[in-house]
Each structure stands twice: as structure tokens, then as C-alpha cells.
């Protein structure tokens, strides 16, 4: 009779380590899916959400235009302080978001050279390319960058990161600017 009581709390306290563990494991998820989930979230979102590039070039607002592609580990680690930079212009800069896996961008993936992504590209409100950035950028100078585009003061400034998905640079390579390197 001893032996069978000792079976069922071996039973009992395995049951409870596995629902505690299960619990826990849960818990993590749910506590960091912002972590994890978001970013794809975001991309996502910009590229369903944004306004065709035409129409922002000719309403006469500054706007903010950044190719990206949803697989881009940059591009999802800048998402949400693209959102937040997003979010606080809004009213007053066009927000267009180019995904260069979609060939219905072809024509802006080649006008702007992009070869390396995030690439956000600057334009006044008559549509003047004033400031490049390319890879990983902070918020802070993205947003000086866009208080100046009202003074006009930048006039074509590229600032590269290093922290960017490149093209590969070899001849057995087929090059594109949807290529991750």
C-alpha cells in the first residue's frame, strides 16, 4: 500500500513540474512577444499602410521614404523607432515604405540606387532628395534630419552605417537589391 502512494506523488509532483514549466514557458512568451513579434508586425504594417510614392512627391510635404524588406534584421531592429519617428511627423512628412521584394517598386529601386537596406531617402516639399541614410541609423539623427528638411540646409547628404544588408560584389552572383549579404 506504501508503494502505491509513493507512485502517485511521483506522479503528482511530475504533473506539477511540467504544468509549472509549461506555465512559465508561456509566461515568456506572452512577456516578450513585443520583443520578438513586433518588428514584423511593423514592416508589415508600413507596407500595407503606406501612401503611394506618386502622390507623395506631388502634395507638396517633405517626405520620408525607406526601402526595407521584411527578412532584413536591421530593418526589423529600426522598425520601432521608424514607427515612434512615425507616429510624432505624421501630419506633416509623407510616410512611404518600398518592401524591395515586391517588383512593383522595380522603378524606385533603381532611381534611387538602393544596394543596401534600410535605405531611407530625405525629400523636400518639392520633392529634392536631401538626405540618404543607409543601415542602421539612430533616431535622434533621423529626426534632426527631418527638422532640417524645412531650412533645406543638407542638400543631397548620404550617411552610411555599416550595419546594413548588402549586395554581394562577385561576378558569379546574380545582383539586386533584394540580395542579403
Known amino acids: 500500500m506504501q508503494s502505491g502512494n509513493k507512485e502517485s506523488f511521483l506522479n503528482l509532483s511530475q504533473k506539477s513540474i ?19 513579434f513586433q518588428p514584423n508586425f511593423l514592416l508589415k504594417k508600413f507596407g500595407e499602410l503606406t501612401i503611394d510614392p506618386e502622390i507623395a512627391f506631388t502634395n507638396k510635404k517633405p517626405t520620408f521614404l525607406e526601402f526595407y524588406a521584411e527578412w532584413c534584421e536591421v530593418c526589423k531592429e529600426m522598425a520601432p523607432s521608424v514607427a515612434d ?12 515604405f518600398l518592401n524591395v521584394d515586391n517588383p512593383k517598386w522595380e522603378k524606385y529601386i533603381r ?5 543596401g537596406i534600410p ?4 525629400f523636400d516639399e518639392d520633392a529634392n532628395l536631401e ?4 543601415g542602421k541609423q539612430q533616431e535622434k539623427t533621423i529626426k534632426e534630419s527631418l527638422d532640417n528638411l524645412y ?14 544588408s548588402k549586395i554581394r560584389d562577385n561576378k558569379n552572383y546574380q ?6 549579404g
Open 18 to 36: 511540467l504544468i509549472l514549466s509549461f506555465t512559465l514557458i508561456i509566461g515568456s512568451l506572452l512577456l516578450f512577444k513585443n520583443l520578438v
Open 85 to 96: 519617428i512615425k507616429e510624432e511627423y505624421e501630419k506633416d512628412i509623407n510616410f512611404v
Open 111 to 115: 532611381n534611387f540606387n538602393v544596394n
Open 119 to 122: 535605405q531611407v531617402n530625405l
Open 131 to 134: 538626405v540618404t541614410f543607409i
Open 151 to 164: 531650412e533645406h540646409s543638407q542638400s543631397n547628404l548620404q550617411i552610411l552605417n555599416t550595419e546594413f
Open 175 to 180: 545582383t539586386s537589391p533584394r540580395s542579403h
